[in-house]
Nanobody
Framework: QVQPVESGGGLVQAGGSLRLSCAASGRTSGRYHMAWFRQTPGKEREFVAAVSWSGGTTYYGDSVKGRFTISKEYAKNAVYLQMNSLKPEDTAVYYC????????????????????WGQGTQVTVSS
């Protein structure tokens, strides 16, 4: 199994940028699809972005399309989230997740599809 570890969170002003990183330690030889989710207190976990194991296919949640970019470094099973034009509503704990298989079309956005989760990194966007 793998253990995702996030880094790169912090405090930024609205309109600014941050880059989150997620490195997967452990059994990194597998072909893992990876994703970012976020959550704020009292709200459900929200899908942010996902990338296929090869890095060739990406998906985004509607609220971040055009502002966030997910990318993957296959050899390291590392995934990155470049966040631009940040808004206060992007404030959340961001979690990195990994899975060997998306069970069906469109399931990349479901948290239940992912077997391995990081501890999360806080992103705070001030207005």
């Amino acid at each position: 199994q793998v253990q995702p570890v996030e880094s790169g969170g912090g405090l930024v002003q609205a309109g600014g940028s941050l880059r989150l990183s997620c490195a997967a330690s452990g059994r990194t030889s597998g072909r893992y699809h990876m994703a970012w989710f976020r959550q704020t207190p009292g709200k459900e976990r929200e899908f942010v972005a996902a990338v296929s194991w090869s890095g060739g296919t990406t998906y985004y949640g509607d609220s971040v399309k055009g502002r966030f970019t997910i990318s993957k470094e296959y050899a390291k099973n590392a995934v990155y989230l470049q966040m631009n034009s940040l808004k206060p509503e992007d404030t959340a704990v961001y979690y990195c997740a990994a899975t060997l298989r998306w069970k069906y079309s469109g399931s990349y956005s479901l948290g239940g599809e992912y077997d391995y989760w990081g501890q999360g990194t806080q992103v705070t966007v001030s207005s």
